[in-house]
């Protein structure tokens, strides 16, 4: 009988309150902004529960569409775009958007006797070849945190960021830009990757970007040259990336450039990235999209 009652008052108050529901112990209050009010301080809410494989299977899932994936045992959201998680492993930032699982954390140590993660930064594997596509990872520009743009289906904005951690209208978007400085920030930060303690800096917890120094000696210890031949067969295990181009946005094949936190000194508005093409690091625009290889400080 109790439940009927309290049926008839959802319902009451459903039509009552222009399409409105309240779900708990006082069905005849809701919140005025809420269209569904549920109430209770003894239960939670329960959303969808699906593997990955499910979760990717929905067919055109609705932008705010929300579920609780039970591969990563993570709530994700449909941003329209991708599927994003803020939650993950603790030995990341609390706010790094995966774009698919967390990036496994397994170490090597190098012939310079430093050590380094296995794998690029959203890699699902260790490379087993250079042009191994699930080893190439996400694409970061300089500088930026692990908001959503580093997903290769992240979408693009003209909008320059204005904010260090990115959390304005451009969150989660890849920022192209043409001309000097070609940087996806107004103004320009050059220590936003600085160190484990830098603002973006997006490696699990007690990693951070390389320098360029710390890149050219380990090439140096490549049996197979400073290239890409040497990169893949090191302990690393380097592949050749594809890389997004800084004035469009657009994907450039596989060349297998790695960001450093370096500036060159004569032109601050650039930075070191190294490249396996050529066997070396080069200036490039910070608005690059290149792939992450996170070293233990």
């Given at each position: 009988?109790?439940?009927?009652?309290?049926l008839?008052a959802?319902?009451?108050t459903c039509?009552?309150?222009?399409?409105?529901?309240?779900?708990?112990?006082?069905?005849?209050?809701i919140a005025?902004s809420?269209m569904?009010?549920v109430?209770?301080t003894t239960?939670g809410?329960?959303p969808?529960?699906?593997t990955?494989?499910e979760?990717?299977a929905?067919?055109?899932?609705?932008?705010?569409?929300?579920i609780?994936?039970?591969?990563?045992n993570?709530?994700?959201?449909y941003?329209?775009?991708i599927?994003?998680?803020n939650?993950?492993?603790?030995?990341?930032?609390?706010?790094?958007?995966f774009?698919?699982?967390?990036?496994?954390?397994?170490d090597?140590?190098?012939a310079?006797?430093?050590?380094?993660m296995?794998?690029n930064l959203?890699?699902?594997?260790?490379a087993?070849?250079?042009d191994?596509?699930?080893?190439?990872g996400?694409?970061?520009?300089?500088?930026?945190?692990?908001?959503?743009?580093?997903?290769?289906?992240?979408p693009v904005?003209?909008?320059?960021?204005?904010?260090?951690?990115?959390?304005?209208?451009?969150?989660?978007?890849?920022i192209?830009?043409?001309?000097?400085?070609?940087d996806?920030?107004?103004?320009q930060n050059?220590?936003?990757?600085?160190?484990?303690s830098?603002v973006n800096n997006?490696c699990?917890?007690?990693y951070r970007?390389p320098?360029a120094t710390?890149?050219?000696a380990?090439a140096?210890?490549w049996?197979g040259?400073?290239g890409?031949?040497?990169?893949?067969?090191?302990p690393?295990?380097?592949?050749?990336?594809t890389?997004?181009?800084?004035?469009?946005?657009?994907?450039v094949?596989?060349?297998?450039?790695?960001w450093?936190?370096?500036?060159?000194?004569?032109?601050?508005?650039?930075?070191?990235?190294?490249d396996?093409q050529?066997?070396y690091?080069?200036?490039?625009g910070r608005?690059?999209g290149?792939?992450?290889r996170?070293?233990?400080?």
């Open positions: 009988m109790k439940k009927i009652i309290l008839v959802l319902i009451t039509f009552m309150s222009f399409a409105q529901l309240k779900v708990g112990n006082n069905p005849t209050t005025a809420a569904l009010d109430e209770s239960k809410l329960l969808p529960r699906m990955t494989t979760r990717d929905i067919a055109s899932p609705a932008a705010g569409l929300v609780y994936n039970t591969t990563i993570c709530l994700e959201y941003n329209a775009t599927w994003v998680s939650c993950g492993p603790s030995n990341y930032t609390n706010g790094t958007v774009c698919g699982s967390p990036t496994t954390v397994v090597v140590v190098t310079t006797g430093r050590t380094w296995d794998r959203g890699a699902a594997r260790q087993t070849r250079s191994d596509a699930p080893s190439f996400d694409l970061y520009q300089w500088g930026r945190r692990s908001d959503g743009h580093q997903c290769r289906i992240s904005t003209a909008t320059d960021a204005t904010e260090n951690t990115d959390l304005s209208t451009p969150h989660g978007y890849f192209p830009v043409s001309g000097v400085p070609q996806w920030r107004s103004p050059g220590s936003l990757w600085q160190g484990v830098g997006p699990p917890a007690g970007i320098t710390e890149f050219i380990e140096a210890t049996s040259g400073a890409s031949l040497g990169g893949f067969g090191s690393l295990k380097l592949p050749t990336s890389t997004r181009s800084a004035s469009t946005g657009a994907y094949g596989a060349t297998g450039r790695y450093t936190s370096e500036h060159p000194f004569s032109f601050p508005y650039l930075t070191y990235a190294y396996l050529v066997g690091a080069q200036n490039f608005a690059e290149f792939s992450v996170c070293i233990k400080d």
